[in-house]
T-cell receptor, first 112, second 114 residues
Framework: ETGVTQTPRHLVMGMTNKKSLKCEQH?????MYWYKQSAKKPLELMFV???????ENNSVPSRFSPECPNSSHLFLHLHTLQPEDSALYLC???????????FGSGTRLTVV | QQQVKQSPQSLIVQKGGISIINCAYE??????FPWYQQFPGKGPALLIA?????SEKKEGRFTISFNKSAKQFSLHIMDSQPGDSATYFC?????????????FGKGTKLSVKP
């Protein structure tokens, strides 16, 4: 595996469900990010982790809970989501929070 | 101050033509300006990037022009091909804290007609 891998690619969940999105990077980067991409706001930064510590939470509702157990893995735990949370969730990584980000292919989330 | 404004929202170009997408920023602390290309069902991929110490960078058919005084930068795609049809995002970032995060424009959907 190379680059940034996200699983699952597609997810349909009910408003009362709990699910998790997984991201793994094979690039040796030390920063990881969650972005939300929807038609209304194309690329919205949600969370930033640098050296496994959360350095930024961009006013994201508490129903989204990130976890970064090590520099290669990033999770987004989801619970009691709303239909407006339906979007493409993208994970990215970079070296030293600078320069180019490498994105995964995303998880297409549908909340019903 | 943190915004990056991108135009146009959509662009239709004939095969072989030149595609031009423009971006403007306000934060003078920004010092890194990449362009990303995104195909349907895929994440954005880094296409080309520039820093303010040069006014132009070319990679193959893709060129970034940078105007520091006007706080504007643009992407030119020469000899546009149907395979270039995608959504293009400009972005900007700077040193330290929140400025280390990439701020993206709203995207331009490019269609290249055969």
């Amino acid at each position: 595996e190379t680059g940034v891998t996200q699983t699952p690619r597609h997810l349909v969940m009910g408003m009362t469900n709990k699910k998790s999105l997984k991201c793994e990077q094979h690039l040796g980067h030390n920063a990881m990010y969650w972005y939300k991409q929807s038609a209304k706001k194309p690329l919205e930064l949600m969370f930033v982790y640098s050296l496994e510590e959360r350095v930024e939470n961009n006013s994201v509702p508490s129903r989204f809970s990130p976890e970064c157990p090590n520099s290669s893995h990033l999770f987004l735990h989801l619970h009691t989501l709303q239909p407006e949370d339906s979007a493409l969730y993208l994970c990215a990584s970079s070296q030293d929070r600078k320069d180019g980000y490498t994105f995964g292919s995303g998880t297409r989330l549908t909340v019903v | 101050q943190q915004q990056v404004k991108q135009s146009p929202q959509s662009l239709i170009v004939q095969k072989g033509g030149i595609s031009i997408i423009n971006c403007a920023y306000e934060n003078t602390a920004f010092d890194y300006f990449p362009w990303y290309q995104q195909f349907p069902g895929k994440g954005p991929a880094l296409l080309i990037a520039i820093r303010p110490d040069v006014s132009e960078k070319k990679e193959g058919r893709f060129t970034i022009s940078f105007n520091k005084s006007a706080k504007q930068f643009s992407l030119h795609i020469m000899d546009s091909q149907p395979g270039d049809s995608a959504t293009y995002f400009c972005a900007a970032s700077g040193y330290g804290g929140s400025q280390g995060n990439l701020i993206f424009g709203k995207g331009t959907k490019l269609s290249v007609k055969p």
